[in-house]
């Protein structure tokens, strides 16, 4: 249910297309209308066009996904962008204001075949996996956790979180898992009664508006009891932030709130160096790509003790991702890196394993 004064796009997640009814699609070049006529004679399927250049189709619920597997086999990738799509079922009128909630005909397919993530999401069946973030210098002490988010198939096994990410882009659900992702982080943190800090993946791309979008989060900790000092909100895929001034407005909005930020795979190009340096977040975490194999490559190692050094001289905390060897670790030792994360210690788990020390 949608609580009071909440955005209905924010916590409601959209369906695909079901049921008997009309689908009107918006050709963006001849040829493509064509082809989209084609296969709907050739399915017997009535059309008529209901407005200028916009084509209807009736059809009932099993045309509609036949139709759709149909143009998602015919169409390129881009006239299936391109083409505006929107489907309403029977009784519904088409009206300008309709047509303003068209989507591409990719995202309409997409959103088909990705029902079972819509349904992981409606159903609450996400959950998560915990990996330690330890002391450098102690690995018996931890420090905080990092959520993992995960789920399962109808058979029991778990589904791929790239599998998971990929359904969400291409149906443009990616806020929709982005906020499940941090409401399920926080239920389950709960569940497992987990001390320290708690790290939380977020995707900047994913939120439009901070004073919306991220009320249901602010109300989850707050239900939950955890003073948002523990949480720490962690900025993913910093190479594809774009528009600086928005992620700061979402960060300024973390802060006022009481959670820690933090930013993920520095060393991975140059935005995020350029992140670190205007948004100096309370924590940074070094690139697992540059953490590989660090001991015995001199190019990494200069690139890093540059990277280390000035997110210490920003008064930044730092960690380590992504540790598979002793090797690697010595070196991140001798370089007073602060926390440190891996399978060197452990792998993450529900509930989370306890990180294994190389020293002891």
Not at 129 to 146: G, K, L, S, Y
Not at 322 to 335: C, D, K, N, R, V
Request: proline share 6%.
């Amino acid at each position: 249910m949608v609580q009071k004064g909440a955005c209905p796009a924010c916590e409601v997640v959209p369906k695909g297309p079901s049921g008997k009814g009309n689908l009107y699609v918006s050709p963006p070049v001849p040829h493509t209308r064509k082809k989209i006529m084609v296969a709907a004679k050739a399915a017997s399927l009535s059309m008529d066009e209901s407005m200028p250049g916009v084509l209807g189709i009736h059809l009932d619920a099993r045309q509609l996904d036949d139709l759709l597997r149909h143009l998602n086999g015919t169409l390129s990738r881009p006239e299936r962008e391109e083409c505006n799509a929107l489907f309403l079922n029977e009784g519904e009128e088409l009206t300008l204001s309709g047509l303003l909630q068209a989507r591409p005909l990719a995202v309409m397919t997409a959103r088909m075949e990705g029902e079972w993530l819509v349904q992981l999401m409606e159903d609450d069946q996400l959950f998560a996996h915990f990996h330690p973030i330890v002391e450098m210098n102690d690995p018996d002490r931890v420090f905080a956790h990092e959520c993992l988010l995960r789920a399962r198939d109808d058979k029991g096994g778990l589904i791929s979180p790239a599998k998971i990410f990929a359904a969400a882009n291409e149906a443009d659900l990616m806020f929709h898992l982005d906020r499940a992702a941090r409401l399920t982080a926080i239920r389950d943190a709960v569940r497992y009664d987990l001390a320290g800090k708690i790290f939380i993946n977020f995707n900047p791309t994913a939120i439009y508006d901070p004073a919306f979008c991220l009320q249901t989060t602010v109300r989850a900790t707050q239900d939950a009891g955890i003073d948002p000092s523990r949480l720490v909100f962690e900025v993913i895929e910093s190479e594809e932030v774009r528009d600086v001034d928005h992620l700061t407005s979402i960060l300024d909005f973390y802060r006022k709130a009481g959670f820690g930020v933090a930013l993920d795979d520095l060393g991975s190009g140059y935005a995020s160096l350029n992140l670190l340096s205007s948004l100096r977040p309370d924590y940074v975490k070094f690139d697992r790509e540059l953490v590989r194999d660090i001991d015995i490559n001199p190019y990494k190692q200069k690139v890093f003790i540059k990277l280390a050094e000035m997110a210490q001289d920003l008064g930044v905390l730092t960690v380590a991702e992504g540790i598979e060897s002793e090797t690697e670790w010595a070196f991140l030792q001798a370089h007073n890196v602060d926390f440190a994360q891996g399978f060197l210690f452990c792998k993450p788990d529900a509930p989370p394993q306890k990180p294994y020390n190389p020293a002891s």
